[in-house]
Nanobody
Framework: QVQLVESGGGLVQAEGSLTLSCVVS????????MGWYRRQAPGNQRDLVA????????NYADSVKGRFTISRDNAKNTVYLQMNSLKPEDTAVYYC??????????WGKGTLVTVSS
């Protein structure tokens, strides 16, 4: 059974930093693409924040480019999201996603990030 567990969320002031982690179990971590998404209000869809391929290629939403960095440690089955220069509009529940072959996807339960002004 594939499980993704996020951690690292919390309350931070604007211009502060946080690092989110997502530990994956039950799958071969190194061969799968990973991503971070966020839901900024209940009922909204989850929006892409950043993705990283199995080979390390990254992609970012325009709203976070230059401020957020996604990385992965295959030895630890973990993907990270370093968030700098946080803004109140970054407040959201952040979700980790694993993308496997044949369209299979798995999600974590999310971690809340609140940025105060």
């Amino acid at each position: 059974q594939v499980q993704l567990v996020e951690s690292g969320g919390g309350l931070v002031q604007a211009e502060g930093s946080l690092t989110l982690s997502c530990v994956v179990s039950g799958s071969i971590f190194s061969i799968n693409a990973m991503g971070w998404y966020r839901r900024q209000a209940p009922g909204n869809q989850r929006d892409l924040v950043a993705t990283i391929s199995s080979g390390g290629k990254t992609n970012y939403a325009d709203s976070v480019k230059g401020r957020f960095t996604i990385s992965r440690d295959n030895a630890k089955n973990t993907v990270y999201l370093q968030m700098n220069s946080l803004k109140p509009e970054d407040t959201a529940v952040y979700y980790c996603k694993q993308e496997q072959s044949y369209g299979l996807t798995y999600w974590g339960k999310g971690t809340l990030v609140t940025v105060s002004s």
